[in-house]
């Protein structure tokens, strides 16, 4: 059965410049979140979608946004990239969104450079 | 404030020795516990969880103890292996039913000698 799958894998992209990333959650699965992770750090979470509806928002500026389209696939766009958006950007996917669905599915993600 | 903290950046174990990874956490309010692996260049793997009504849970080889007290958790894994080797985080939720949200500590590396 396939996983998570994101794409691209690496992408390179200067300051400025705009970015959309791409997950495909695990077949049955409604819920789909985003987290970055900086080198060396935990992964921090950006957002959540849940029937197409963000259902959760983490602490990011508005040049970050999202949406998930109706076969609960995922884009995360993040417009005049910076330096410091250079992560490993992480999707992950779950049956719902009540409690004890912890069992985040991630994928492997997809490794931005800004230079 | 949110704050899932490890005690030790990296652990060095011999193989077949167990090894234990140590989360503290700061907010009281947290109720359910996660320990993910991570292995260079790929996303984290879940292995155990624990909700705040338990003490202790067992998986395969790993056990997480949690102490409400002090605001602790612990990995324990038994016969550690080689393949081990990976970064381990310890995540939380709290608050509202979004559990999409997880709170991830800066991680443990944890190094299997053979």
């Known amino acids: 059965d396939a996983g998570v799958t994101q794409s691209p894998t690496h992408l390179i992209k200067t300051r400025g410049q705009h970015v959309t990333l791409r997950c495909s959650p695990i077949?049955?699965?409604?819920?789909v979140s985003w987290y970055q992770q900086v080198l060396g750090q935990g992964p921090q979470f950006i957002f959540q979608?849940?029937?197409?509806?963000?259902?959760g928002r983490g602490n990011f500026p508005d040049r970050f946004s999202a949406r998930q389209f109706p076969n609960y696939s995922s884009e995360l766009n993040v417009n005049a990239l910076l330096l410091g958006d250079s992560a490993l950007y992480l999707c992950?996917?779950?049956?719902?969104?009540?409690?004890?669905?912890?069992?985040?599915?991630f994928g492997e993600g997809s490794r931005l450079t800004v230079l | 404030g949110e704050n899932v903290g490890l005690h030790l950046p990296t652990l060095s174990v011999q193989e077949g020795d167990n090894s234990i990874i140590n989360c503290a956490y700061s907010?009281?309010?947290?109720?359910?516990f996660i320990w993910y692996k991570q292995e260079s260049g790929k996303g984290p793997q879940f292995i155990i969880d624990?909700?705040?009504?338990?003490d202790k849970r067992q998986g395969q080889r790993v056990t997480v103890l949690l102490n409400k007290t002090v605001k602790h958790l612990s990995l324990q894994i038994a016969a550690t292996q080689p393949g081990d080797s990976a970064v381990y985080f310890c995540?939380?939720?709290?608050?509202?039913?979004?559990?999409?949200?997880?709170?991830f500590g800066q991680g443990t590396t944890l190094q299997v000698k053979p």
């Open positions: 992950a996917s779950s049956p719902g969104q009540g409690r004890g669905t912890g069992e985040l599915f």
């Open positions: 077949s049955g699965h409604k819920s």
């Open positions: 979608y849940y029937e197409k509806e963000e259902r």
């Open positions: 907010n009281s309010a947290s109720d359910y």
């Open positions: 624990i909700r705040s009504n338990m």
């Open positions: 995540a939380e939720t709290r608050g509202s039913s979004n559990t999409g949200k997880l709170i």
